[in-house]
């Protein structure tokens, strides 16, 4: 509704901004200054209110496009790609948009008419973008317009990114917003994904493995430890009962290491279900084979203590 109201308002004010040269028609040749000083000022009212009717007008379709993909629902991928898609777009065209607007102004005036010509010599709009792409903001400009097109990564993709884990929440094109899982927000340029390594665990599905690593001592049995993980997988909702392994992965001195894993249909199920794994097999262990818990070993020989004389 807002948008709504934001763009009658504007088709209003350029309504008006359209009557200008009636209401200034007192204007004569005698006072040639203030007229064309009047002149100047709308048109560029203008310019500005006809951009901002186009802005209005992409942001409304954008608005009304989206509100057929929902992304609440648990297999979102497609609707995922198509809001990151269509969110960068948008960013593109305002930016385009006011890039033009600027330009137009600058031709009004006269006495900095060359730069809005120069503007658009030539190469055009973008071979300006292209020109400037050397700068750090075009730069990331312009890797936000690869990042919609390849989309290494889409709205609410969980990744890891600088040792963080978290949700992509917001992407811009000159920076991306990552939710963190504590809710704190991670915000880096654009160019950032593009230059550096970063994991994406929901690239083409949500479902994921999770691990859980026990360290114990050699006594225990562990076909007792996969039998209780059978049991308690059993009646958990959080598996999906896809994956569920147990295996001897490292051995030390003093303990063997075992890697359970088990999936899960995302990333923060895959969480909790790790959590509450380790938790009720410690605790299996602790009450079924507490001699079994990881211990260092000393043996003491008794030697007869040699005489003094």
């Not at 993909?69 to 006011?98: A, G, M, P, W």
């Not at 290491?257 to 299996?284: G, Y």
Request: overall charge positive; glycine content about 4%.
């Amino acid at each position: 509704m807002r948008k709504f109201t934001r763009l009658i308002l504007s088709i209003v004010l350029l309504t008006f901004l359209a009557l200008y040269t009636q209401i200034f028609s007192f204007l004569n040749e005698s006072n040639f200054w203030l007229s064309s000083i009047v002149i100047s000022v709308k048109y560029i009212l203008i310019l500005a209110c006809s951009s901002w009717i186009l802005i209005e007008i992409v942001r409304i379709l954008k608005h009304r496009l989206l509100k057929r993909f929902d992304i609440s629902y648990e297999d979102n991928l497609k609707s995922r790609k198509l809001h990151t898609q269509i969110n960068l777009l948008e960013k593109v065209i305002v930016f385009v948009i006011i890039l033009i607007t600027i330009g137009l102004i600058l031709i009004s005036i006269e006495s900095i008419k060359e730069i809005g010509i120069g503007i658009f010599a030539s190469a055009g709009v973008v071979g300006i973008i292209l020109g400037l792409s050397a700068q750090k903001i075009v730069g990331a400009v312009l890797a936000g317009i690869q990042i919609a097109i390849t989309q290494p990564f889409r709205i609410d993709d969980a990744v890891v990114v600088e040792n963080e884990w978290g949700w992509i929440e917001e992407i811009n094109l000159t920076y991306i917003v990552v939710r963190i899982w504590d809710k704190r927000r991670l915000v880096l340029p654009t160019s950032y994904f593009l230059e550096k390594p970063f994991q994406n665990w929901t690239r083409t599905t949500a479902d994921i493995l999770g691990t859980v690593f026990i360290y114990t001592d050699y006594t225990i049995s562990v076909e007792a430890l996969r039998e209780e993980l059978a049991r308690l997988l059993k009646d958990c909702e959080l598996w999906d009962k896809k994956v569920n392994v147990i295996q001897v992965t490292d051995s030390k001195e003093n303990y063997m290491e075992l890697r359970i894993l088990v999936s899960a249909k995302n990333s923060p199920t895959a969480w909790d279900l790790r959590v509450f794994i380790r938790e009720k097999m410690i605790e299996f262990i602790q009450k079924n084979y507490p001699e079994s818990l990881p211990k260092t070993r000393v043996n003491i020989e008794n030697k007869e203590c040699p005489k003094i004389q």
